[in-house]
């Protein structure tokens, strides 16, 4: 299994930038995908942003041009760099990691316990 811990989160104004880390341990060997994902006050959780172990990345449209996903495999650390913060962007935001368990020819997913993102004046 894996657990993930999220940091970074708090209060910002509009315009404003905060970076998130997501730190994986235990089965970090089977984390193929790791994401980013937020769910707002009376709605569902949305896919914010994704990367690959290689490096490869996904974004919702939503925050194209403004935050950046990436990985230090090393660490087994998963970051989101938020800029031009909107109120829309308020949400708890969870780290997801996408586990390939081979020998059962499935996948699961991992979520941390979330870190609230607030965007104020």
């Known amino acids: 299994q894996v657990q993930l811990v999220e940091s970074g989160g708090g209060l910002v104004q509009p315009g404003g930038s905060l970076r998130l880390s997501c730190a994986a341990s235990?089965?970090?060997?089977?984390?193929?995908?790791m994401g980013w994902y937020r769910q707002a006050p009376g709605k569902q959780r949305e896919l914010v942003a994704t990367?690959?172990?290689?490096?490869?990345?996904n974004y919702a449209d939503s925050v194209k041009g403004r935050f950046t996903i990436s990985r230090d495999n090393a660490k087994n650390t998963v970051y989101l760099q938020m800029n031009s913060l909107k109120p829309g962007d308020t949400a708890v935001y969870y780290c997801?990691?996408?586990?390939?368990?081979?020998?059962?020819?499935?996948?699961?997913?991992?979520w941390g316990q979330g870190t609230q993102v607030t965007v104020s004046s």
């Open positions: 997801n990691a996408d586990l390939y368990l081979a020998a059962m020819g499935t996948n699961i997913h991992y």
């Open positions: 235990g089965s970090v060997r089977d984390i193929n995908i």
């Open positions: 990367v690959t172990r290689r490096g490869s990345t």
